[in-house]
């Protein structure tokens, strides 16, 4: 080998620790990029999931079966989680459904529930656009 040879190895040698250097420091920024990707992705998941809900609740509505689902259990399992829920005076749950994107949202529904859970009616209103 060379003596000019060993000089240009010896130079690519020291650029790849040093750039190796470079990216082990910034490791924690990339692994905190990384778990904002993730989140990202599990919040697509939500949006998506709450979207289908509202959705099969809205069809529900249109072909008369709210009434089908009678409590709780039954109404959780077919819709999932309400949104917000909020004790009212009279004794009853006001469960609220609508698009987890409230500028997407056209309605939203109110179902209420009695302190057994049974379901005691529903309203569907108009969203008020904020902006």
């Known amino acids: 080998m060379t003596k000019q040879s060993l000089k240009v190895i010896s130079f690519c040698m020291l650029l790849v620790a040093l750039s190796g250097c470079a990216i082990l420091s910034n490791l924690d920024e990339i692994t905190t990029l990384s778990g904002y990707s993730r989140e990202k992705d599990n919040q697509h998941r939500l949006v998506k ?17 709210i009434s089908d689902y009678k409590d709780i259990v039954t109404f959780t399992h077919s819709f999932g989680e309400p949104l ?7 004794g009853t749950e006001r469960w609220l459904y609508r698009y987890a994107i409230y500028r997407l949202a056209k309605d939203k529904v109110y179902v209420y529930f009695d302190s057994q859970g049974h379901q005691v009616k529903w309203e569907r ?3 008020p656009k904020l902006f």
């Open 49 to 65: 999931s709450v979207k289908d809900h509202y959705d099969a609740l809205v069809k529900a509505i249109e072909q008369g079966h």
């Open 84 to 90: 917000l829920k909020k004790k009212m005076a009279d």
């Open 125 to 127: 209103l108009p969203c």
